[in-house]
């Protein structure tokens, strides 16, 4: 079991490296300024070529890579020549510095994804201050859409080929078929506008509201319906469609039939012997699903004002604010791999074979 969490932590170290790898040589032959954009177009030169010194981008593309991997490494080199783009500084990067030399540091430190362009404010504290509203609108779609889903496949499953069953598959196809931002745009006009007095709901918001008396910031938990809505209707189908071709299969195994000769209930065959087993697909789907919506809400997020992730994303690439593009694709990246990291030894752990 040991060795198989080793295999499954080098893969995802290796698929880490290569997004990496990409997003950086991605962004950086893209066109435009960086000192521009953070000093504005009337700087001097004398300030952009400071900024271009500080930033690594008047030396080779190479050379700029290694300094991106040494601000990502947990472990750093350091260069003691404040001229060199490798210098250490407490303020920019924190941690602690473990070797000391006369020309280079070895520093302790936590991930550092640089500055944004505009606010000059970490890309670490921008994401990960916009992280919580993602994390929570993926979790609310995610247990409606699972909740309803399964209910729904098992009954869809216990009334094959009915009218109750063909308005059910309808459903999910339809689900599956229509994109997010259509669905948004409708259910925030339909629900948010039209039938507001009724709902009591907004065509946008975030989770955290601003009051208008002075006090703070304070949970509108309402805001969070529509969005929520939206992101699960795609994941409720698939889960719909697995529900039900998996308990059509399980209901048709011998220790079904076998449950019932014994004059078993149907309802205890049900719970008892068929839904657990039927839920094992289910349940690998709804884990990657979840990694999904987590990447998935920039759409949603968007037409809600939802300031998530997704928001941070689009705002940046408006600004051209390439930092802020680049961390939000590593975490990203690292939610993906840690979520199928985790669901791989889950597996490993509950069927052996997983393992060989």
């Avoid at 909740?147 to 496949?153: K, P, R, V």
């Avoid at 469609?241 to 205890?268: C, F, I, P």
Wanted: without cysteine; neutral net charge; charged residues 15%.
């Amino acid at each position: 079991m040991v060795a198989f969490i080793i295999r499954r932590l080098i893969y995802g170290f290796f698929v880490l490296f290569g997004v990496l790898t990409l997003v950086f040589f991605i962004f950086n032959i893209l066109p435009g300024d960086p000192a521009r954009m953070m000093l504005g177009q009337r700087a001097d030169q004398e300030a952009i070529d400071e900024i271009n010194r500080e930033l690594g981008l008047d030396k080779s593309l190479l050379y700029q890579y290694s300094l991106y991997l040494n601000d990502l490494s947990p472990i750093s080199y350091h260069s003691t020549n404040p001229d060199d783009g490798s210098f250490y500084e407490k303020e920019k990067f924190g941690g602690q510095i473990m070797v000391a030399a006369e020309n280079f540091q070895v520093v302790l430190k936590a991930p550092y994804l640089r500055k944004s362009y505009q606010s000059k404010k970490k890309v670490s504290s921008i994401l990960f201050e916009s992280l919580p509203e993602t994390a929570v609108l993926a979790l609310a779609s995610i247990l409606f859409a699972s909740a309803l889903g399964i209910l729904l496949g098992v009954l869809s499953a216990l009334y094959r080929d009915s009218w109750v069953d063909k308005m059910l598959l309808l459903l999910a196809t339809s689900g599956m078929a229509l994109p997010s931002f259509f669905v948004g745009v409708l259910f925030a006009w339909l629900f948010g506008y039209v039938l507001s007095d009724w709902t009591g709901l907004n065509m946008s918001g975030s989770l955290y509201e601003v009051d208008d008396l002075g006090r703070g910031e304070y949970i509108q938990w309402s805001n969070l319906v529509l969005p929520a809505f939206t992101l699960g209707i795609r994941p409720l189908s698939v889960v719909l469609q697995l529900s039900r071709n998996s308990m059509l299969e399980v209901l048709s195994m011998d220790y079904v039939r076998t449950a019932r000769a014994k004059g078993l209930t149907s309802r205890a065959t049900l719970f008892t012997h068929a839904l657990k087993n039927a839920m094992n697909p289910v349940v690998t789907a709804i884990s990657g699903m979840f990694a999904s919506l987590m990447a998935g809400a920039v759409f949603v997020e968007i037409i809600f004002s939802w300031k998530g992730i997704g928001w941070e994303i689009v705002n940046a690439l408006e600004k051209y604010d390439l930092p802020i593009v680049m961390g939000a694709v590593l975490i990203i990246a690292v939610i993906f791999v840690v979520i199928n990291i985790l669901v791989d030894i889950l597996y490993g752990v509950l069927d052996p074979r997983v393992r060989v």
